[in-house]
C-alpha cells in the first residue's frame, strides 16, 4: 500500500464506478412471522465426484426466518 501502481489506481477507479452504478440495488430481508426463530439447515456432498483429482465434494446452506445464510 505504500508504492501503488498505475494498475492499483485503474482497479480504485473501476471499482468505484461499480458502487455508483449499483448504488440502488440492496438485500432485502424479509420477516416470516410464523418461522421467524426457525433456523433449517442443508447439505449435501458427493463421495469422490471430481473425477479430476478423485476428491470428494460437500455444500450447504442455512435458512433463518425464510433467508438463505451461507
Known amino acids: 500500500m505504500s508504492n501503488p501502481s498505475k494498475d492499483h489506481w485503474t482497479v480504485v477507479k473501476w471499482i ?3 458502487l455508483k452504478g449499483s ?6 430481508f424479509s420477516s416470516n412471522t410464523e418461522n421467524s426463530s ?4 442443508y447439505c449435501d456432498s458427493n463421495f469422490a ?5 478423485r ?3 460437500f ?8 433467508n438463505v445464510i451461507r
Do not use: H, P
Not at 448504488?23 to 432485502?28: G, P, Q, W
Not at 465426484?49 to 483429482?53: E, F, G, N, T, Y
Not at 455444500?59 to 425464510?66: E, K, L, N, P, R
Open 38 to 41: 426457525c433456523i433449517q439447515g
Open 55 to 57: 476428491r470428494s465434494l
Open 23 to 28: 448504488s440502488d440495488r440492496s438485500l432485502v
Open 49 to 53: 465426484a471430481d473425477l479430476d483429482k
Open 59 to 66: 455444500g450447504y446452506v442455512f435458512i433463518i426466518g425464510g
Open 16 to 18: 468505484l464506478r461499480y
